[in-house]
């Protein structure tokens, strides 16, 4: 009898022991359930993607593309540990000179039929104020890669109705070298330091479990 009772506060304890690592493994679980429902989705109406170049000495040219996709990852506890992707349609320009959109998609510069993407990915994120930072990343243009900067600032304009999840969204401009990617035609006419911005407004959201 002392033996199976022995046996029966083994076993107990046992049963003990088990029951709490299920209660671990279930809370840690949820709470990466909860994490994993969170979703960011992007705001194609708020955001967008613009260059803008010296033309002609004295004036700019302007190009914004209509179609992008962008992507925003690990932003749980805000932008600093977040990894943003954009995507550009190269064949979606629009000019300030409608002429000049079919030039720059064209084989002597985006090459927009054979290379359909512009792309930018991070690779950190260093704040520099309450609503400012330095966004480093890789920029391709058909088949160069380079680094590039860009400076941050965080919008922080309240939208939505009270209660409403606080969408997540910054403009970033930078400066990179044309000739840098290989579109360097025309240098008496246009410019090498072309001006890049890109506003983004993701909205958080929560998955369907």
């Known amino acids: 009898m002392a033996a199976l009772g022995a046996w029966a506060k083994a076993i107990a304890r046992v049963m003990c ?4 690592a299920i209660g671990v493994a279930v809370a840690s679980g949820n709470a990466s359930d909860r ?4 979703r960011y989705r992007l705001d194609p109406v708020r955001s967008g ?18 179609r992008m996709r962008a992507q925003l990852a690990g932003a749980e506890d805000g932008l600093a540990a977040a990894r943003v992707s954009v995507t550009i349609d190269a064949a979606s320009l629009e000019a300030n000179m409608p002429f000049v959109a079919g030039i720059v998609e064209g084989d002597e510069m985006l090459d927009a039929a054979r290379y359909p993407s512009i792309r930018f990915v991070s690779t950190r994120f260093v704040r520099t104020g309450a609503s400012s930072g330095l966004l480093e990343g890789q920029l391709t243009i ?68």
Not at 17 to 20: L, R, S, T
Request: hydrophobic share 45%; aromatic share 10%; charged share 25%.
């Open 17 to 20: 022991v088990a029951c709490a």
């Open 49 to 66: 993607v613009a260059f803008d170049v010296e033309y002609l000495w004295h004036s700019r040219l302007s190009m914004r593309f209509g």
């Open 142 to 209: 058909r088949t160069t890669t380079r680094p590039v900067t860009l400076v941050v600032t965080l919008d922080e304009t309240p939208r939505g109705a009270p209660g409403d999840a606080r969408p997540l969204a910054f403009s970033a401009d930078g400066h990179f070298s044309r000739a840098a990617f290989g579109l360097s035609r025309w240098p008496a006419a246009v410019g090498d330091d072309v001006h890049m911005r890109i506003y983004v407004e993701f909205v958080r959201e929560r998955a369907n479990p």
């Open 35 to 38: 994490v994993a429902l969170e």
